[in-house]
């Protein structure tokens, strides 16, 4: 299992050296995209990705920062790439209808039999001979609905916290405390660093990733994760745009 930050920004918008919020996950054959803020389709070309691999897309929310990629991406695959066949998971019908909308605006035929646009219920929402994915309810834009994501395949088990609630993440997944994961994607957008550093320090995670980071100054936030890194039990890390690791 091989992830990929395509994009570590913080909130709202790109900065000079970070895309806003997607990863690509490659599992098998598959591959696999949570969040779509960043220009995804420009960088799987210059990565030289075949978009015929990409299994499903997971958007954690409705902000833009982490959905402005998805119509490009959708519509191009429906249009050009006409192998490409995949889920692309909204958290909001309201999303999905709009997409739709858009890329039938834009190129007056979508091939929806192709490009599944799917409104997450919650629970497992997705399963193939590579991973199962379980939709897991935060609390970041109430009364929407935002969603955390377990990744379990290959034997591991990943999971990516989506944006949490300000201004203290009382919906910190609960299962990334009581069970045991081989790598977990926190966000670092809409919390203090010296209030989470110590919920996730207690966490039996081997490996901790932050994107999304945030704070007033992105310097100072990525020195306090230095800061934590030399005293976490468990290794951490500050991914750039294009980071890659093996999990
Ligand atoms: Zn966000
Ligand atoms: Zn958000």
């Known amino acids: 299992m091989k992830i990929t930050f395509l994009g570590t920004g913080k909130g709202g918008y790109p900065t000079l050296t970070r895309n806003c919020c997607a990863i690509m996950l490659e599992c098998g054959n598959g591959i696999y995209l949570i969040d779509c803020g960043s220009p995804v389709l420009d960088q799987m070309t210059r990565l030289e990705k075949d978009f015929d691999r990409i299994r499903a897309v997971f958007t954690t929310h409705m ?8 119509p490009a991406l959708c519509s191009v695959c429906s249009w050009h790439y006409t192998n490409s066949r995949f889920d692309v998971f909204l958290a909001e019908k309201q999303g999905v209808d709009s997409l739709k909308t858009y890329i039938l605006a834009s190129d007056k035929v979508f091939h929806e039999d192709r490009i599944r646009l799917k409104t997450i219920a919650g629970g497992t929402i997705y399963s193939d001979e590579n991973l199962t994915v379980t939709a897991i309810p935060t609390a970041h834009c109430l009364p929407s609905p935002s969603y955390a994501f377990l990744f379990e395949g290959e034997g591991k088990r990943v999971v990516f916290s989506g944006d949490l609630r300000r201004p203290d993440a009382p919906d910190f997944p609960e299962i990334v405390q009581t069970e045991h994961s081989d ?19 207690s966490c039996p995670a081997d490996r901790i990733f932050f994107n999304h980071i945030g704070g007033a100054d992105v310097t100072q936030t990525i020195a306090a994760i230095r800061d934590f890194a030399d005293r976490a039990p468990m290794q951490i890390y500050a991914p750039d745009d294009y980071a890659s690791y093996e999990i």
């Open 63 to 70: 902000h833009g920062d982490h959905t402005f990629g998805l």
């Open 183 to 201: 790598a977990f994607v926190c966000e670092l957008c809409h919390f203090p660093t010296d209030h989470i550093f110590p919920i996730l320090a």
